[in-house]
């Protein structure tokens, strides 16, 4: 039996605010159209607000819904995890975020 996993990995950094959210809301959607798996790497992001917070989930849901993937390629931290639990994303108490969190990471990439 021959299995390949292909994965579109795609780096977010620095401020992702409103003004940002058009160049990467075209970044995910190009990667969407042309991958069947993205892998989003935010460990980098240094700022967010709630058009971020938007973007990514609506991201997921529009790759479950389309039958591709979408995931995290490190539990949320830093100013994304502050922002998903001041949105209600995550639940404020860490190991609980940990948890919820992991359906949202690549398989195999652990931070």
Do not use: K
Request: overall charge negative; aromatic content about 2%.
């Amino acid at each position: 039996m021959n299995i390949e996993v292909a994965l579109h990995s795609i780096t977010i950094s620095g401020p992702q605010t409103i003004r940002e959210a058009g160049e990467t809301h075209a970044a995910l959607l190009t990667a969407l159209s042309d991958h069947d798996d993205v892998v989003l790497d935010c460990a980098a992001v240094t700022e967010v607000d709630v058009s971020f917070i938007q973007m990514i989930l609506a991201t997921r849901r529009s790759a479950v819904e389309a039958g591709r993937g979408c995931s995290l390629r490190h539990h949320p931290g830093g100013v994304l995890h502050q922002a998903l639990v001041r949105g209600g994303v995550l639940p404020a108490d860490d190991a609980d975020a940990a948890l919820y969190s992991d359906r949202w990471l690549a398989t195999g990439e652990m931070a």
